[in-house]
């Protein structure tokens, strides 16, 4: 495994890979801190293609200023040994002034996906997001990437950026990854204390009782029934649960029938924490009127 901590060299064994005839590049863009739900990444990019390549980056873009950036776990040496022990073959751990030049004037802006739920509660967050995932892909030049599905949103923010700037990349969104009690794979977890990780468990459990709905109406009640326990614990405080539309993340009404993305996030203790689950409502047909036969 080589390790690149500098973009010269990084070009240069990115050179390498393709030279030896592997031009198949599969990208696995994290922040580090990595965890199970990074290792199946990883294991899929492996299938996906001839190479595998990890960028390792807390992109302080993404962060807003009261946010976690200077406490996000940086544990480089556990992420390295991680990504040895999973076969990747080029790891870039990029420092922020190389990324980010002084006088840097151009990013991405995310648009309208990017300014709702997440977008609005984190302003500017999906737009550093972005511009940090086009640098990436122009400089590793995958043919896919691969993110983690319990980021919805912002896997639906770089799918859009892909068609709208014509990038010749395929973006794979992989399943998320949950812990034995439901709770969602995350970096930030580890700030959980166990009396607020028992909280943060409803978040799973909302979704998987909404799941069982068969309206969205009925799938509201139900999370409802589960988020209603915890919404007056002084350490919980959730933010939304909303269902979506998984191509543009506008609400869908309570008509809505079709595939739809319940997603939810809270703020427990001190920890921001997402999650999702894809439902589907089937049409109800209307019912048939009986036939009699008249006299």
């Known amino acids: 495994m080589i390790v690149s901590q500098t973009l010269a060299d990084f070009v240069e064994a990115r050179r390498a890979l393709e030279a030896a005839g592997r031009r198949r590049i599969a990208f696995v863009a994290t922040m580090g801190a990595l965890h199970e739900g990074h290792r199946t990444l990883i294991r899929s990019a492996r299938a996906h293609g001839d190479a595998v390549v990890v960028s390792i980056f807390v992109n302080p873009l993404q962060f807003g200023p009261n946010e976690d950036y200077a406490r996000y776990p940086r544990p480089l040496s556990d992420d390295l040994d991680i990504c040895d022990a999973e076969g990747v073959d080029l790891v870039l751990v990029p420092t922020v002034a190389e990324l980010y030049p002084a006088g840097r004037q151009v990013s991405v802006n995310a648009g309208a996906m990017g300014s709702v739920l997440e977008g609005a509660s984190r302003p500017g967050h999906f737009d550093g997001v972005l511009t940090i995932v086009l640098k990436l892909l122009h400089l590793v030049r995958p043919s896919v990437a691969l993110f983690g599905q319990k980021d919805a949103q912002q896997v639906a923010c770089v799918q859009r950026m892909v068609t709208d700037l014509n990038l010749s990349v395929d973006v794979v969104s992989e399943p998320t990854v949950r812990e034995a009690d439901g709770l969602a794979l995350s970096s930030r977890n580890v700030f959980l204390t166990p009396a607020e990780r028992t909280m943060a468990c409803s978040l799973a459990a909302a979704l998987e009782k909404a799941a069982t709905a068969d309206s969205v109406p009925a799938a509201r009640i139900a999370a409802d029934e589960i988020l209603d326990r915890v919404q007056f614990e002084p350490a919980f405080e959730l933010d939304y649960a909303v269902m979506v ?51």
């Open 245 to 295: 539309n998984p191509a543009t993340f506008a609400e869908v009404p309570d008509d809505h029938t079709g595939p739809a993305l319940f997603v939810v996030a809270a703020k427990v203790g001190s920890t921001r924490l997402i999650d999702n689950m894809s439902l589907d409502f089937a049409e109800v047909a209307a019912p048939q009127e009986s036939v009699g036969l008249h006299a």
